[in-house]
């Protein structure tokens, strides 16, 4: 049981790194996002810009770059409270496997 305890615990330790990096990368995410609709809300209404999309550029309205960007923004900004969400409850459960430990070994220490 012990063993096992350890084993869970060290696996949501690991799940709890990973979520911390997935939120910073979505965090980096964001921050172009942001950066990207900053300079392009600068631009007169009618520049030619153009989408990314895999190894081409397509000719979107600065609106339809705008629109995409905000939704972009918004996406992440779900997925960032989703992670923190998760993040909070494996840290919870961190903590509990980490008093069941305890407990396991005062209660060895007693008998």
Known sequence: ???ELQVKMIDTQQKVK???LQIEQLGRVQKHTK????EI????????LYEGVGRMFVLQSKK???DLLTDKQKTVDDKIKEL???KVYLERSVKEAE???REMLLSR???
């Open 84 to 86: 923190e969400q998760k």
């Open 41 to 48: 809300s600068t631009l007169p209404a009618n520049t030619r």
């Open 99 to 101: 008093d069941n430990i």
């Open 64 to 66: 339809e770059i705008d």
């Open 1 to 3: 049981a012990f063993s």
């Open 35 to 38: 950066l990207t609709q900053a």
């Open 18 to 20: 990973l979520a911390d």
């Open 109 to 111: 220490r007693a008998h």
